[in-house]
C-alpha cells in the first residue's frame, strides 16, 4: 500500500473508533468502511514485468474505452485510452523503458473520465520517454471525482519497464500515444493490468 492509503484512511478509523466507543455504532460502521476502502484504494501490488524489449506494457489497471489515430504535435500516430474506476489499482507504471525527455503538468477541467474530451481538457501530467525506437507520450489524466495528478519522475530520469512512476487519486483516465508503426495488441472493452499487461509491440524493424 502506499503511503497516502495511511494518510488519508487514519482520521475515519479513528473516528470511527470514538463513535464505537460513544455507541453510535451505525455512523462507526460507516467511517471504519471508508477508512478500510480509502486503504483498499491506495494498494500496490507487485506485478511480473514481460521481458521482451519490444513490449509496451500497459501504464494502468483498468479497461480500454479507445483505440485511435491521432497526430500529437503534427506528428502521427496512434492513441489508446484507459479508463479507471474507483476498483482499481491507481498507481502507474512506465509503459517502456527509456529516457524521460519531459514531464509537462497542464492544469485543466474534471469532465468524466469516460468522455473524449478528457484526453484534452482535464487536469493532466503529459509524460514523454526516449527509446532507441522512438518517442512514446503518454497523459495521467484526472477525471470528475479524481483532482491530483502525481508523477513522482522528472526530466532526465531513466525508468525501466513497468517501474512505478506515479498515481492518480480517484478515478481517472491514461492516455498513451504511440508512433503509426507500433503493433496494437488489445482491442477496445479489454481489462489490462499496469506494469503486466502487454498494450502493444514496437515494430521489429525500427531501430
Not at 41 to 51: A, E, G, L
Not at 159 to 181: A, K, Y
Request: with cysteine.
Amino acid at each position: 500500500m502506499r503511503k497516502e492509503g495511511y494518510t488519508f484512511s487514519a482520521a475515519p478509523l479513528l473516528l470511527g473508533v470514538v463513535c464505537w466507543l460513544l455507541g453510535l455504532k451505525i455512523l462507526a460502521g460507516v467511517l471504519i468502511f471508508l477508512g478500510l476502502f480509502v486503504m483498499y484504494f491506495f494498494r500496490d501490488p507487485n506485478r511480473v514485468i514481460p521481458s521482451d524489449p519490444d513490449t509496451v506494457v500497459s501504464p494502468a489497471d483498468g479497461h480500454v474505452v479507445a483505440i485511435v489515430h491521432e497526430e500529437l504535435e503534427g506528428k502521427p500516430g496512434q492513441r489508446v485510452s484507459i479508463f479507471l474506476s474507483i476498483w482499481d489499482v491507481h498507481v502507474q507504471r512506465a509503459p517502456v523503458a527509456g529516457r524521460i525527455e519531459r514531464v509537462e503538468y497542464k492544469p485543466g477541467r474534471f469532465y468524466a473520465a469516460l468522455r473524449r474530451k478528457a484526453s484534452e481538457e482535464n487536469e493532466q501530467n503529459v509524460i514523454s520517454i526516449s527509446t532507441p525506437r522512438g518517442t512514446l507520450v503518454f497523459k495521467q489524466i484526472a477525471g470528475a471525482i479524481a483532482r491530483r495528478v502525481l508523477c513522482w519522475k522528472s526530466a532526465g530520469e531513466t525508468v525501466s519497464l513497468g517501474e512505478r512512476v506515479g498515481l492518480i487519486r480517484f478515478g481517472s483516465r491514461v492516455d498513451v500515444w504511440l508512433p503509426p508503426d507500433a503493433v496494437i495488441g488489445v482491442k477496445r472493452g479489454q481489462m489490462v493490468k499496469g506494469g503486466s499487461s502487454i498494450l502493444a509491440k514496437w515494430n521489429s524493424t525500427t531501430t
